[in-house]
Nanobody, 120 residues
Framework: QVRLVESGGGLVQAGGSLSLSCAGPGILTSTYTMGWYRQTPGKQREQVALITPGGSTSYADSVKGRFTISRNNANNAVLLQMNSLKPEDTAVYFC??????????????WGQGTQVTVSS
């Protein structure tokens, strides 16, 4: 079973920056749609940013202009640069890798999550 590995979470003051990284041992992340999601207690997991194999990106309205998703194919990883952080960005952030195939259900892998806490 593939398990993605997130790193880079932590505690930061409002207005600060953090960079998250997601490594994909066992898969070639450049061939997957990679995404970052976040979840707070009692709420559903929400999509934050996506990047397709072709490099197209999309963002939740709440993070547009502040977060940037990118690939580091040399390290088989995906990054999430988070700037101008707000207390409402506090959550556990999860990495996801998804690839639709014609012969069965999509490949769909998750990491264990990394905590991001933004203090006011």
């Amino acid at each position: 079973q593939v398990r993605l590995v997130e790193s880079g979470g932590g505690l930061v003051q409002a207005g600060g920056s953090l960079s998250l990284s997601c490594a994909g041992p066992g898969i070639l992340t450049s061939t997957y749609t990679m995404g970052w999601y976040r979840q707070t207690p009692g709420k559903q997991r929400e999509q934050v940013a996506l990047i397709t194999p072709g490099g197209s990106t999309s963002y939740a309205d709440s993070v547009k202009g502040r977060f940037t998703i990118s690939r580091n194919n040399a390290n088989n990883a995906v990054l999430l640069q988070m700037n101008s952080l707000k207390p409402e960005d506090t959550a556990v952030y999860f990495c996801n890798a998804r690839r639709i195939i014609s012969t069965g259900p999509p490949y769909d892998y998750w990491g264990q999550g990394t905590q991001v806490t933004v203090s006011s």
